[in-house]
């Protein structure tokens, strides 16, 4: 199919060839399964071990850990093109990139030598924890807690929304802790990262005593990747697994992380709404009504003139997001911008092919029937539109204040 929509100027010749390669694995190893796994609700098992063999998952790692040291860039481009082949993927590696790009950015030098390797080359993968049952986008309000005693913290909470709860072995958590802090200091002075590695799996943890993932949360879409809940009471973790080795860090070593899942969140909006309009012209050429093809209708020309302009707006509100992050500029209104856009385009373009399917778009046969279901998770995941509205105005208050 023609790919004139969503080019991206300026890739080096290493750019294009990755993402050369990474369309071809997902027309070849990924569109024609996803459907059938997304329906089973079955992890993508043999994708992954197919990303690991390409290094996608030390995409960003730098070069001296065995990664690929690629850009923010050249992830968020990658995650575009997974995500038009089934967006559940590029989940699977959205928290682990996170978690790596938090241990690359903030951890010890002993924290990324132990930990980066590995998670370069798949062996570690990453979940990360900030929500909890009853907080929602609220994370000053964290009740999770890591109380100091001796060489550990223990560590007591529930927790929410873990993409990845179950299938990884590395969790970066949330906590409260308030060693050090007056008690009416700031609630993100008093917020520390833990690094808790575990065994894959569900249930009570064999590794680590008090450690519970209870089990998958059964979702409308966004299906195959395991999304769970993390339970502990009593978990001891070494203090050298804080994060970065001080307490009280951990506030904006998540936001930093967060940055970068916007990027990702933005780029998977991208790669869903690129899918859906393409099979939206598909089907118009295809299906005839009055005599012609339904392309020659001028409503549904219209549509597709939309869902196009759309798409190519969101990519590249999305590349602007991730070139200002690598150029080491604080991107935080560029990837609020690019988040909120892409995702309310994503769902808008879905609807629209949804739409030009008429009658057979809710039938399971069709693949627009299940991206319809996964769009809605990207208008939550990494803050809402309202919490990207209320960064993109305090943002521009900044910018635009009126002095005197």
């Known amino acids: 199919m023609a790919n004139r929509l969503a080019q991206t100027d300026g890739l080096t010749d290493i750019q294009q060839e990755i993402l050369s390669t990474v369309r071809d694995f997902v027309d070849k190893e990924i ?3 996803a459907t059938e796994l997304e329906h089973r609700d079955e992890y993508p098992s043999a994708i992954v071990e197919g990303l690991k063999e390409l290094g996608i998952f030390g995409l960003m790692i730098p070069e001296e850990y065995g990664g690929l040291g690629e850009s923010l860039l050249t992830y968020a481009l990658t995650v575009e093109e997974i995500a038009r082949g089934w967006m559940s993927v590029s989940g699977i590696i959205n928290t682990h990139f996170i978690v790596a790009y938090m241990i690359k950015q903030h951890g010890t030098e002993e924290q990324k030598a132990h930990f980066l390797p590995r998670m370069a080359a798949g062996e570690v993968r990453g979940a990360f924890s900030m929500s909890e049952p009853g907080l929602g986008s609220d994370v000053s309000a964290i009740r999770t807690k890591g109380v100091r005693d001796g060489d550990d913290y223990v560590v007591n909470g529930q927790k929410m929304w873990l993409t990845n709860g179950g299938t990884s072995n590395l969790v970066a958590v949330l906590c409260r802790t308030d060693e050090g802090q007056p008690q009416d200091a700031p609630a993100h002075r008093s917020m520390t990262t833990f690094l808790i590695e575990k065994e894959p799996g569900f249930g009570p943890n064999p590794t680590v005593p008090g450690l519970t993932v209870p089990g998958k949360i ?11 809940e993390l339970i502990l009471q009593d978990v001891r973790v070494p203090a050298d697994r804080v994060l970065g080795g001080r307490s009280g860090q951990g506030f904006y070593q998540m936001m930093d992380g967060v940055e970068v899942g916007r990027v990702n969140v933005a780029a998977r909006g991208c790669g869903v709404a690129r899918r859906a309009f393409e ?14 093809a339904i392309a020659e209708h001028q409503a549904i020309q219209f549509k597709l ?3 196009a302009t759309k798409v190519e707006a969101a990519h590249q509100m999305m590349v602007n997001a991730a070139r200002k992050k690598d150029s080491g500029e604080r991107n935080d209104l560029e990837a ?10 994503c769902k808008e373009v879905v609807e629209d092919a949804f739409r030009i399917h008429g009658g057979y778009g809710f039938s399971k046969e069709y693949e627009i029937e299940r991206l319809y279901r996964e769009a809605p998770m990207l208008l939550i ?8 509205k209320m960064i993109i105005g305090r943002r521009l208050l900044e910018e635009y204040r009126i002095q005197g």
């Open 218 to 228: 059964d979702k409308m879409g966004y299906k195959g990747v395991d999304t769970t």
């Open 381 to 388: 995941g990494e803050g809402t539109a309202e919490i990207q």
């Open 279 to 292: 099979l939206g012209i598909g089907y118009a050429q295809q299906r005839h009504t009055f005599g012609k």
């Open 31 to 33: 569109l024609p399964v």
């Open 336 to 345: 609020g911008m690019a988040k909120y856009l892409a995702a309310e385009f």
């Open 305 to 307: 003139a939309e869902m």
